[in-house]
Nanobody
Framework: QVQLVQSGGGLVQAGGSLRLSCAAS????????MGWFRQAPGKERETVAC????????YYADLVKGRFTISRDNAKNTLYLQMSSLKPEKTAVYYC??????????????WGQGTQGSVSS
């Protein structure tokens, strides 16, 4: 089992930056992939970025490449998402999730509680 507690988020102006954090407990943090996902109002949840247990592999959705950075600190059992150049249309609830193996893009059985990221125009 993995428990995830998110922090960060809030309201930021368009073009601004925001950092999300996700603290994990349970299994050895470096042994599993982590990801950030988001769900905008009325939309399906989508993948934002993923990172392998050792940070050697990362994946970004095309829409966030060059603007968002996923990282993890295995010594602190914490995942981060640095978001820059935020756009109003991407206001959403952001979720962190823990994967079932060292690297996966689509098998995430453990989820954080979600945090709102709102971007004002």
């Amino acid at each position: 089992q993995v428990q995830l507690v998110q922090s960060g988020g809030g309201l930021v102006q368009a073009g601004g930056s925001l950092r999300l954090s996700c603290a994990a407990s349970g299994r050895t943090f470096s042994s599993y992939s982590m990801g950030w996902f988001r769900q905008a109002p009325g939309k399906e949840r989508e993948t934002v970025a993923c990172i392998s247990g050792s940070s050697s592999i990362t994946y970004y959705a095309d829409l966030v490449k060059g603007r968002f950075t996923i990282s993890r600190d295995n010594a602190k059992n914490t995942l981060y998402l640095q978001m820059s150049s935020l756009k109003p249309e991407k206001t959403a609830v952001y979720y962190c999730a823990a994967g079932s193996s060292d690297w996966t893009r689509d098998d995430y059985p453990y989820w954080g509680q979600g945090t709102q990221g709102s971007v004002s125009s």
